[in-house]
């Protein structure tokens, strides 16, 4: 009975929201960086909050760190999309947000391993947060990753509520029926984008707490990897070619897909959710995580280079963005 109401709820949530935007004209209007070339409602990602907040508020608040944490983050990016924010601001609030998520988890440990696993963190939500510039990215590959996470939870070892797990997907699903088209009927906007990296890291670190002994080590990250991959050298290449790492830019692998080599949004976001889901069954599926985990970041870190090597010499990649 709670997955129906939910799945009606999560809608009704979606549909007030779109009415409530185009009451005030809440649109993203194409600039010099965007990848779209007509105004789209904005902030529509707003419903894995609004979600998250129905599953707490009818289960008794079972992660009051979490919801508050998600709150934080969700009312400063959605601030931002609407009028933009001091970037101080913005990190001030992402770090807070998820070192109240996950304070019960690190109050163990020495001062400078939770600075450490706060930036990291962090970190992990921005390149998240850089996902919602192409059609259907942010529902596709969330519903892969969240999906992955369901299935662990409902098949391997449960480590959260199932009732949690499909109210992510219902939004996600919800979310994506408008957004996972050619021409999208809204955008995200960071308060979906970010919100949606803080669930992810929340599911990622209850699923890493349920294994016996050993379960706290970097190969669980390979569940996100490709997102993590294109993000993380994207930065290490502009950072070696001396560009400011902080400024806006359109130099990520699927923006260049979509930009420069014209390939389709959805075609591009198919990409990533299908080589996000090849990678999570190898992992699911080995014994050694360590070393596929390994494997396969060297693999991305060689594809990723190749790319961009092979671009730049055809011409079709054009360098500075």
Known sequence: MYYIVAFIAVIAIELLYFAVAKRFNIMDRPNERSSHSRPVLLGAGVVFYL??????LTNGVPYPNFIIGLTILAVVSYVDDLRQLPSWLRLLAQLGAVLL???????????????LLVVVFSGILNIY?????????????????????????????????????VTVLISILVFGFFNFRTKARCFSGDVGSITMG????????????????????????????????????????RFLSGRNIL???????????????????????????????FINVGYIMVADKNLYTLVVALLLVVAYGLFFFFGNRSGKINPIQ
């Open 51 to 56: 979600a998250m907040l129905f599953y707490s």
């Open 101 to 115: 998520t996950f304070w019960t988890d690190v109050n163990t440990l020495q001062v400078w391993q939770i600075i």
């Open 129 to 165: 947060n850089f996902m919602d510039g192409i059609n259907g990215m942010l529902a596709a590959y969330s519903f892969v990753v969240v999906g992955t996470f369901a299935y662990l939870n409902f098949f391997v070892e449960q480590f959260l509520e199932p009732e949690l797990m």
């Open 198 to 237: 803080l669930i992810i890291l929340f599911l990622l670190v209850r699923y890493v707490q349920s294994i016996p002994g050993g379960g706290y080590n970097v190969s669980r990250l390979c569940l996100i990897i490709v997102f993590l991959a294109d993000g993380g050298l994207t930065i290490a290449k």
């Open 247 to 277: 400024a806006a830019h359109r130099e990520h692998a699927y923006e260049t897909m979509v930009n420069d080599l014209k390939v389709p949004h959805l075609y591009v976001s198919t990409g990533y959710a299908l080589l996000q889901l």
